[in-house]
């Protein structure tokens, strides 16, 4: 690992830290350029390619499809499965169609219907994941954008049946975390994974988009280092130059990889699948916990107890004028119409008369 030399804090801002092997900087560049490449092979290419019988399914019987992700049933091997994937375009009619992979709220709760799908079947599930993130646009925002996203990762964490994830391009944010938790997660060798793209990480730490090359080798999000980071499993090798090169070989070493997955997984009980699933990325991320002293909380009692408490000590607990308390048989004065002066008044006795 080369290392890199760190500004104070204070100038971050200011002078952009520097990476001292350009080699490793253009190298993880040239990884982002070749996982957005618009040759690559997408989910329906992909499925072409390894599977058999391949349906695909439409709608999310609320507001419409989309057709930045698809999904429907397939037989992979010997293995009938539910698939689902970002879906993006070889050309601009075809990219603009389709949203360039952004799913809109109705795409991921068209995923939403197919994972609850495979579970009433009790058939696995296979994802493939290639987007730069949900669509930003203020109609998805209306439509509940954020509340699809995080439906899925809900369903999915807790789904009765194997998952295996594919990140076949680019895996972008909760866009594409949103049909990606799996109980493996492989990638295609130029395959990248991040929680934001390299121009938008630039952009907040640095104020400037220019420095996207620099983010890129910070975040670490090349399939390998993501391998070694423990977020990926398994990273699959591109024929020749990429896959964009062979569509056909990629499919059929991805089908390979994912066959013997699924092989494995459907032996698991469901039970002990959940919970490692579960548990897998609830312990992402490194953090130190730390026992704060426990203080010795005193029971609080109800307002009837209070007072009841308060009356039994003999406290004066009402008062007239200027704070006086109010004498124990001031009341029973005044209803025997005796000469009671509070305040300086005169009350009138039961006769009426003005004493």
């Known amino acids: ?34 996982a957005r490449n618009v040759q690559r092979p997408h989910t329906l290419e992909l499925m072409a390619g390894m599977a058999d019988d391949v349906v695909e399914l439409h709608g999310d019987r609320a507001f419409g499809d989309d057709a930045a992700l698809v999904g429907g049933l397939a037989t992979i091997g010997d293995h009938r499965v539910v698939f689902m994937g970002h879906q993006k375009g070889g050309e601009v009619e075809e990219n603009i169609r389709r949203n360039f992979g952004m799913p809109h709220p109705e795409g991921y709760r068209k995923a939403g219907r197919l994972l609850k799908l495979a579970e009433r079947l009790g058939l696995p599930v296979v994802t493939f994941v290639d987007t730069p993130g949900a669509a930003p646009d203020a109609p998805s925002e209306e439509r509940g954008q954020a509340e699809a996203i995080a439906r899925n990762i809900a369903v999915m964490t807790s789904l009765r049946t194997p998952i ?6 680019e895996g972008g944010s909760g866009g594409a975390l949103a049909i990606a938790v799996g109980d493996v997660v ?20 640095w104020r400037t988009s220019d420095m996207a090359q620099q983010a890129a080798v910070a975040m670490r999000l090349t399939a390998r280092e993501q391998q070694a980071l423990g977020v990926i499993d398994t990273v699959i090798g591109e024929p020749g130059e990429g896959a964009h090169e062979d569509h056909e070989k990629t499919a059929r070493r991805l089908g390979e990889a994912i066959e013997a997955q699924l092989e494995a997984l459907v032996h698991h009980d469901l039970d002990d699948l959940v919970k490692a699933r579960y548990a897998r990325y609830r312990d992402y991320g490194a953090f130190t916990t730390k026992d704060l002293p426990v203080r010795e909380r005193r029971e609080r009692q109800n307002f009837v107890n209070r007072l009841r408490t308060l009356l039994d000590s003999g406290q004066s607990v009402l008062s007239v004028g200027e704070g006086e308390p109010l004498a124990p048989d001031a009341a029973d004065d005044i209803d025997e119409g005796r000469d009671i002066e509070v305040d300086g008044h005169a009350h009138l006795d039961s006769e009426g008369s003005d004493k």
């Open 1 to 34: 690992m080369v290392e890199t030399k760190t500004p104070p804090a204070e100038a971050v801002n200011e002078t952009a830290p520097q990476v001292d092997d350009e080699m490793l900087r253009d190298a993880v560049w040239a990884r982002v350029q070749m």
């Open 164 to 169: 295996v994830t594919v990140i076949t391009g």
């Open 186 to 205: 492989l990638a295609l060798e130029n395959a990248i994974y991040s929680v934001i793209s390299p121009e938008g990480c630039a952009s907040i730490l």
